[in-house]
């Protein structure tokens, strides 16, 4: 069974830092993996698409890197706003097209 | 477009009610699936269907039911609410996992008395 773990739960920074969230998953047999933003109470909305073949993917101050073989993926932001507090997760979509997510982190930047 | 529209956005029921929460999806999507979100827990699959007609079973699906008449709906069925069905949920689609991932609806938030 896919498992997927985040870390760190959560995160706290001052606005203006570079910033690196973790993603890892037990199961290497991934189709790919996707990054999702979560405000309060709302629904997600998708950040950036990997897929098994690609090793990165970048839009805007945001890029996500995968290593498939050794089950990781990091979310990077530069240059944080407040902007940027949410709940991120991540999740890996296997073979039969079913979707795991991990916890999340919980991320606030301070103004 | 409007994506993938779910309703209610809220509901509040009492122990042992029935209700259908509806999902539906404009973009002739194929795949389309259920999530509950718990805090701490992240998403868990309830059910998934990758047609009409075709529905399996996810990580957590006793409780529920589904069916998938149209390429467009993919209804949830509560079949006998219990205070452990308390939770926000979600509804997900997509064209092609592979190439494009999953457009998520904007929850319906379930609470079971």
């Known amino acids: 069974k896919q498992e997927v773990t985040q870390i760190p739960a959560a995160l706290s920074v001052p606005e203006g830092e570079n910033l690196v969230l973790n993603c890892s998953f037990t199961?290497?047999?991934?189709?790919?993996l996707q990054w999702f933003r979560q405000d309060p109470g709302k629904g997600l909305t998708s950040l950036l698409l990997?897929?098994?073949?690609?090793r990165e993917q970048t839009s805007g101050r945001l890029n996500a890197s995968l290593d498939k073989s050794s089950g990781r993926s990091t979310l990077y932001i530069a240059a944080s706003q407040p902007g940027d507090s949410a709940t991120y997760l991540c999740?890996?979509?296997?073979?039969?097209?079913?979707?795991?997510f991990g916890a999340g982190t919980r991320l606030t930047v301070k103004p | 477009n409007a994506g993938v529209t779910q309703t209610p956005k809220f509901q509040v029921l009492k122990t042992g009610q029935s209700m259908t929460l509806q999902c539906a999806q404009d973009?002739?999507?194929?795949?389309m699936s259920w999530y509950r979100q718990d805090p701490g827990m992240g998403l868990r699959l309830i059910h998934y269907s990758v047609g009409a007609g075709i529905t399996d079973q996810g990580e957590v699906p006793n409780g529920y039911n589904v069916s998938r008449s149209t390429t467009e709906d993919f209804p949830l069925r509560l079949l006998s609410a219990a205070p452990s069905q308390t939770s926000v949920y979600f509804c997900?689609?997509?064209?092609?996992?592979?190439?494009?991932?999953?457009?998520f609806g904007s929850g319906t938030r379930l609470t079971v008395v």
């Open positions: 990997i897929q098994s073949s690609q």
């Open positions: 997900a689609s997509s064209l092609s996992v592979s190439n494009y991932g999953y457009t």
């Open positions: 199961d290497s047999a991934i189709y790919n």
């Open positions: 973009m002739n999507h194929e795949y």
């Open positions: 999740a890996v979509i296997g073979d039969n097209n079913d979707m795991r």
